[in-house]
């Protein structure tokens, strides 16, 4: 059973470009969702949390479809910078054991 | 203030012998959290302490241990190390537990021979 679905990629995108990822959970009840950024042999780092309502940072905006069990992440005007890989996580039961880790989706930006 | 820090960055082993991965944190956090990535596999928790004095299985507990030290501190014990466990290990701490942002350590890769 796999709790968190993302598509591996990658996803090539020309510089400049509006790329966008979704990401399936599969537990109802979650409660909390985020987006982290994985950059290649380093730790993931925090992105954006994922609120109900959708939220947006600058050129990325994250949005929680709760009916569906999906949540996007959207980058717009992309910069080479933005090439990583993206991990959905989702924290199934809001307890204290952990989150729950997508694969991630690799984004390579090309100049 | 380093966030957090693992030490040791690389470790090489041979099968059957044992290790102690060390891991810090001096942002006072409450939840100290161990996962492992492998690839094709994503992260998985192996154990997590919620709060100083309590440690708890997560995914993938066989064939590590954990000490909660102290706040601060968090290690994960390999007593017998096997090859299956050739991995990058991650540890991670939060101010509450899990529907907070975790902050990650740099990782230490490990490699089971």
């Known amino acids: 059973r796999k709790e968190v679905e993302q598509d591996p990629g990658p996803f090539n995108v020309p510089e400049g470009a509006t790329v966008a990822f979704n990401c399936t959970y599969s537990n109802s009840a979650s409660q909390s969702f985020f987006w982290y950024r994985q950059d290649c042999r380093k730790e993931p780092k925090l992105l954006m949390s994922?609120?109900?309502s959708g939220n947006e940072d600058g050129r990325f905006t994250a949005q929680l479809n709760r009916a569906s069990q999906y949540i996007s992440l959207l980058i717009r005007d992309s910069k080479l910078s933005d090439s990583a890989t993206y991990l959905c996580v989702v924290n199934p039961g809001g307890g204290a054991d952990g989150l729950t880790f997508g694969k991630g989706t690799h984004l390579i930006i090309q100049p | 203030n380093a966030g957090v820090t693992q030490t040791p960055k690389f470790q090489v082993l041979k099968t059957g012998q044992s290790m102690t991965l060390q891991c810090a944190q001096d942002m006072n956090h409450n939840s100290m959290y161990w996962y492992r990535q492998d690839p094709g596999m994503g992260l998985r928790l192996i154990y997590y302490?919620?709060?100083?004095?309590?440690?708890d299985k997560g995914e993938v507990p066989n064939g590590y241990n954990v000490s909660r030290l102290n706040k601060r501190e968090f290690s994960l014990r390999l007593e017998s190390a096997a090859p299956s466990q050739t991995s990058v290990y991650f540890c991670?701490?939060?101010?509450?537990?899990?529907?907070?942002?975790?902050?990650f350590g740099p990782g230490t890769r490990l490699t089971v021979l």
């Open positions: 994922v609120y109900s």
């Open positions: 991670a701490s939060s101010e509450v537990p899990s529907y907070n942002e975790q902050f």
């Open positions: 302490s919620a709060s100083e004095g309590t440690t």
